[in-house]
């Protein structure tokens, strides 16, 4: 497979945003939704900032209060042994280390934007802030699906009840209508398809079992984006292949002669996050064609082996021109990459 990775990679880096309050320092921006808009590729970005802390003693976690209309932020001790602080990202109570309590960062959307597609210069403020209570930590890597006019814009909704899909949509990038949360939790990398199919929408969607099953891709359908059902089991996991840990959606369905093309993320047990690519069938999306047997990107370049969290690139939009697959992505949890494909080239490894 021919990998044209940008020379300007990573096109958007932390270092590159500006925090949206003083005292909070910006540790990602990644993970972004990408869509045509007029004459520019918007790209927007999951910004990740946390409290800046000058006592190494004390651990900060930012939540939104929705009775407020603020954030506020809460200190924990580390001396604290109510809680466990080992893993940066989280605070997590110590009699129950299976979830978190808390998240040491708050995630929000912010505009990158670029006449080339290469170079991208970043709104000053926030497109999309948390603003409810299924919001209060903060949302997470938006996807974009434009139909028609009207681009529907939908992310991980993260709270202390848990992590659901939630949408809003906008005609012009300024003006928001909320439609609430069409996934509840634990339900995550939620992508809709950009046209109805024989009279329905589709989308993709990973839940994550608890008891039985494992986090791996479903689909469902709706008459009108908002109502979903029929939930089907899609594509699952492969034992010692590149993708035995987890999958999920990364790209918006792409529409090709041969079906349609999902690129999709996958990770190993021991965490390592690669791109690979799934066929469905044109009329009945719910049929798998073909598969990926080997990842069609992974994590080779410097900024996506180090980083935040390394060893990983994670699939997040596709523009399509011709042959020419414009794939951007989140590098270690950290930055923004591109690289080019060929359409042809993807269609033609998969196998059955």
């Known amino acids: 497979m021919n990998v044209n990775r940008y020379e300007e990679n990573p096109l958007v880096t932390p270092g590159d945003v500006k925090p949206h309050r003083d005292d909070f320092e910006v540790i990602g921006a990644f993970n972004a939704g990408i869509a045509r ?3 520019e590729v918007i790209m927007l970005l999951r910004v990740a900032e946390r409290p800046v802390s000058d006592d190494p003693t004390i ?3 930012p939540v939104f209060n929705t009775e407020k209309n603020e954030l506020e932020i809460l200190e924990f001790d580390t001396s604290d042994e109510k809680y466990d602080f080992d893993d940066p990202r989280t605070i997590r109570k110590s009699d129950d280390l299976s979830r978190f309590a808390y ?7 912010r505009i990158a ?10 709104d000053p403020e926030p497109f999309y802030y948390p603003s409810n209570e299924l919001e209060s930590f903060g949302i997470e890597d938006p996807r974009i699906t434009q139909i028609g006019d009207t681009y529907y814009i939908y992310f991980s909704a993260v709270s202390p009840v848990g992590v659901g899909e939630s949408m809003i949509s906008t005609k012009d990038f300024q003006t928001i209508e909320h439609h609430g949360m069409i996934f509840a939790p634990e339900n995550k990398d939620v992508l809709i398809f950009p046209e109805k199919v024989n009279g329905k929408y589709y989308a993709l969607h990973r839940p994550v079992p608890k008891s039985t099953g494992a986090p791996e891709i479903w689909i469902a359908e709706s008459p009108d984006l908002l109502h979903w059902g029929n939930h089907k089991y899609l594509l699952g996991l492969r034992d010692g292949k590149w993708d035995d840990g987890r999958i999920g959606g990364g790209a918006v369905p792409i529409k090709t002669d041969k079906g349609w093309l999902e690129l999709y ?4 047990k021991d965490n390592r996050y690669c791109m690979g690519a799934v066929l469905l069938d044109l009329n009945d999306p719910t049929k798998v064609i073909a598969r990926s047997e080997n990842p069609i ?5 410097d900024y996506e082996v180090n980083g935040f969290f390394g060893n990983v690139v994670f699939s997040c939009g596709a523009l399509v021109e011709g042959d020419t697959v414009r794939m951007y992505y989140g590098v270690s949890d950290t930055s923004m990459a591109c690289a080019e494909l060929s359409l042809s080239e993807i269609l033609d490894s998969l196998t059955s």
């Open 37 to 39: 808009y007029k004459d």
């Open 59 to 61: 651990v900060k976690a």
């Open 103 to 109: 998240l040491t960062s708050l995630s929000y959307t």
């Open 113 to 122: 934007r670029s006449k080339d597609g290469r170079n991208f210069t970043i």
């Open 265 to 268: 993320h996958g990770a190993s």
């Open 297 to 301: 990107l992974e994590p080779e370049a």
